[in-house]
């Protein structure tokens, strides 16, 4: 069966980063775009950025432009999302995604506090 299992969260003051992974299982990974989404208590849940299989070409939400990366690497079934000068508005929980099949997983809390 499909499982993600991301990690990697947790509390970092405004400015630093964190990488978040997400280990994908139970499906031949390397053939599905795959995703990052986030909610924010209160809030909706945004797609965060998109790492599509056929060429990984990546797009990513306006306000993390510049200060994410989202990347993968098809021979560990893992998708990544690398984090930099993170704000206070950063902070949600964010989950992997694959659209095909419409699977999530668990979440990981990130927390961007002094």
């Known amino acids: 069966q499909v499982q993600l299992v991301e990690s990697g969260g947790g509390l970092v003051q405004p400015g630093g980063s964190l990488r978040l992974s997400c280990a994908a299982s139970?499906?031949?990974?390397?053939?599905?775009?795959m995703s990052w989404y986030r909610q924010a208590p209160g809030k909706e849940r945004e797609l965060v950025a998109e790492i599509f299989w056929v060429d990984s070409t990546t797009t990513y939400l306006n306000s993390v432009e510049g200060r994410f990366t989202i990347s993968r690497d098809n021979a560990k079934n893992t998708v990544y999302l690398q984090m930099n000068s993170l704000k206070p508005e950063d902070t949600a929980v964010y989950y992997c995604?694959?659209?095909?099949?419409?699977?999530w997983g668990q979440g990981t809390q990130v927390l961007v506090s002094s």
């Open positions: 139970g499906f031949t990974f390397s053939l599905y775009d």
């Open positions: 995604y694959r659209r095909t099949g419409d699977y």
